[in-house]
């Protein structure tokens, strides 16, 4: 339960009066509760999201062919369902990305698929996070993350992927661990694998764990954006594209789901985005928790009240 994403959670709740009973530490599940109001919550996720409904946003497949029924941009996707089927799909996108259909933080996530080789070690890797796998068309673009809550436009974040900055001196290996204790100190979940995926990525730009990148040299060591592959986030609320938050605002009605996030890939150059992901169980974390915490439970509970914004009654002076 102390982790960022729940403190986020209890603070606020401390603040409102509302009380919290753990039911589980670890997974985190706990209840909040106040008068006659009893709400369920796994981090974010709780107890008023409809199970269909959550189903619709949490299976990646389905979440794509759903957006896809009523017009929305979303890149071309396939389940996986054989070798020889998933070789055809690479085929035809030239560049694919292979992920578990339900899985979240970028866990078995493979990007810029080009060669049966990869692909072959992708569908492995993926398969240790599910049975169920996603072939989805490799579109390019900045990842921009919405937050809706109740329907409504709340906040945005743009995620990066991990890089490292050279020093003239040590190896990329070296700086990735180096930042990675860094990353630790502040938050544990925040770290660059040093798997396969990094080292595709690195082979991609000609290099590998032991190149020494020049003094102030920039390397993007990941392709996924998400934080819990080292990525950085940037809020940007006040920066979105209309369309994006028009388009948003109606995909969030359409789930029905009371906290959601809508991940966009924005390519400016060809004047084009596509819906990647739709998350029911994000996380309410820096450096865009301060917007999402307040909507998050007005939506919860509409009569109750931060502390911290109920304005305090004016003492009358002895007239």
């Known amino acids: 339960m102390n982790t960022i994403y729940t403190r986020t959670i209890t603070d606020e709740a401390k603040k409102r009066g509302i009380s919290v009973e753990v039911i589980d530490r670890e997974t985190p599940i706990f209840i909040l ?6 709400i369920r919550c796994f981090n974010a996720l709780t107890d008023r999201v409809g199970a269909v409904s959550f189903l619709l946003a949490d299976d990646k497949h389905l979440a794509n062919r759903f957006m896809a029924r009523y017009g929305f941009p979303v890149p071309r996707q396939a389940k996986y369902t054989g070798f020889e089927k998933a070789q055809e799909f690479l085929q035809k996108c030239k560049s694919i990305v ?5 899985q979240w933080g970028g866990r078995g996530v493979a990007v810029a ?24 068309e490799c579109v390019e673009g900045d ?3 919405l937050i809706f809550v109740g329907g409504e436009y709340v906040a945005a974040i743009r995620r990066v992927p991990a890089a490292v900055t050279g020093n003239g001196k040590m190896s990329i290996r070296k700086l990735i661990k180096m930042q990675n204790a860094r990353n630790r100190r502040i938050e544990a979940s925040n770290i660059i694998p040093l798997d396969n995926e990094t080292r595709r ?5 000609g290099m590998n764990y032991n190149t020494v990148p020049q003094a102030g040299q920039t390397v993007r060591v990941r392709r996924t954006s998400n934080f819990h592959t080292g990525g950085t986030v940037e809020d940007i609320t006040d920066s979105v594209d209309p369309e994006l938050l028009r388009q948003g605002r109606k995909i969030a009605k359409l789930f029905a789901i009371p906290v959601m996030a809508i991940d966009f890939l924005v390519n400016k150059a060809l004047g084009r985005h596509w819906i990647i992901e739709a998350s029911a169980d994000l996380a309410i974390s820096p450096p865009e928790g301060h917007r999402v915490i307040g909507p998050f439970f007005d939506c919860l509970f509409p009569k109750i009240k931060s502390a911290s914004v109920i304005p305090r009654k004016s003492k009358r002076r002895p007239g």
């Open 33 to 38: 509760k106040r008068g006659g109001t009893s």
């Open 98 to 102: 292979v992920k578990p259909a339900r």
């Open 113 to 136: 698929v080009k060669t049966v080789s990869d692909l072959r070690q992708a569908v492995l890797r993926a398969r240790k996070f599910g049975e169920d796998i996603v072939l989805e």
């Open 143 to 145: 990842d921009n993350r």
């Open 201 to 205: 990525t690195l082979a991609a730009a």
